[in-house]
């Protein structure tokens, strides 16, 4: 079976629209030779640029409250009818690429974050996040799909990939080696069936951690995540809260030399040098407090 190239890029754009961001998510995608791009707080007016070579994935009328985004290259895929819902935190479409037998889906999602100073607030934070992976695991299954669980999971998850969100059983069962996930899921496993039948995902994310690019030969430093905070009961500042989880029947088709936290275009830093005037001091403000990341698929 012939093998197609799915280039993904997940961005937060922090709510803003700078002429400076419009031209560097254009440049990002054309010079990363994106075809499928997911935006968190990202308003109507910011993917302007991107019309010519890209179409946004509509779900019924796109309201301007609207901020989780998924634009796709034109001309490359059919698309089935999305679904939108959980309060904007969940826009997940089947895709096909034209003339293939099977597609992939795309989960685009902007988890609930750990913000805010109410009583029990991990625990709502958590309901709030299972529900929209119960609501995934039931449109993998929904034959509108076409039932498959060729599954992309990709957004800001507002977690590391160590914090429970991401580890947790019931919600997120993201596992770090696809051979234990192969061993764990198989008939022959002699794990008992609580282990055995979870519905596991491969997090990738893993090998995106530290300032060593393992997978380039040109350049091997790196930033050590996607997104920068500082706080004095933290000794941990760069967070991996953005990328990309995937389900195990598509597990082994990641191009690693291909991905990766992206940190300039041609033309643009997007990390100031040497400048750390506050605890967002990092990211070049005009752009977002996040960094984009990139994930390159080979898909039969």
């Known amino acids: 079976m012939e093998q ?7 961005w937060n754009l922090q709510k803003k629209s700078s002429e400076v961001l419009k031209h560097t998510l254009k440049h990002v995608a054309h010079e990363n030779e994106i075809n499928v791009i997911v935006l968190q707080e990202a308003g109507i007016d910011v993917i302007a640029e991107l019309k010519p070579d890209f179409k946004e994935v509509i779900y019924e009328k796109v309201a301007e409250k609207c901020t989780l985004r998924i634009l796709i290259k034109k001309d490359i895929f059919d698309v089935s009818q999305p679904y939108k819902g959980e309060q904007n935190k969940l826009f997940f479409v089947h895709l096909k690429q034209k ?58 998850f ?84 953005d990328g990309f989880i995937l389900r195990p029947s598509i597990m082994h088709c990641i191009d690693y030399a291909k991905s990766g936290i992206l940190e300039c275009t041609k033309s643009r830093n997007f990390i100031k040098p040497n400048k750390l005037k506050n605890r967002y001091g990092l990211i070049d403000e005009l752009l977002s407090d996040h960094l984009p990341v990139k994930i390159s698929l080979i898909l039969n």
Do not use: C
Not at 4 to 10: A, D, G, R
Not at 203 to 230: T, V
């Open 158 to 241: 507002n977690a590391n990939p160590y914090d429970n969100d991401l580890l947790d059983f019931a919600m997120i069962p993201a596992i770090q080696d696809r051979e234990l996930i192969t061993i764990l899921t198989s008939e022959s496993s002699i794990f008992p069936d609580t282990v055995k039948n979870v519905d596991y995902w491969y997090n990738p994310m893993w090998n995106f951690f530290g300032d060593h690019n393992a997978y380039s030969e040109k350049d091997s430093k790196r930033k050590a995540g996607s997104y920068f905070l500082f706080s004095e009961s933290w000794t941990k500042m760069w967070h991996l809260f």
């Open 99 to 156: 003339g293939s037998k099977e597609g992939f889906n795309i989960a685009g999602v902007h988890l609930h974050s750990k913000s805010g100073s109410a009583e029990n607030k991990d625990i709502v934070r958590t309901h709030k996040n299972t529900v929209i992976t119960d609501k995934i695991k039931n449109l993998e299954s929904d034959t509108k799909f076409t039932s498959t669980k060729r599954t992309v999971l990709v957004g800001d």
């Open 4 to 10: 197609f190239v799915v280039n993904i890029l997940t």
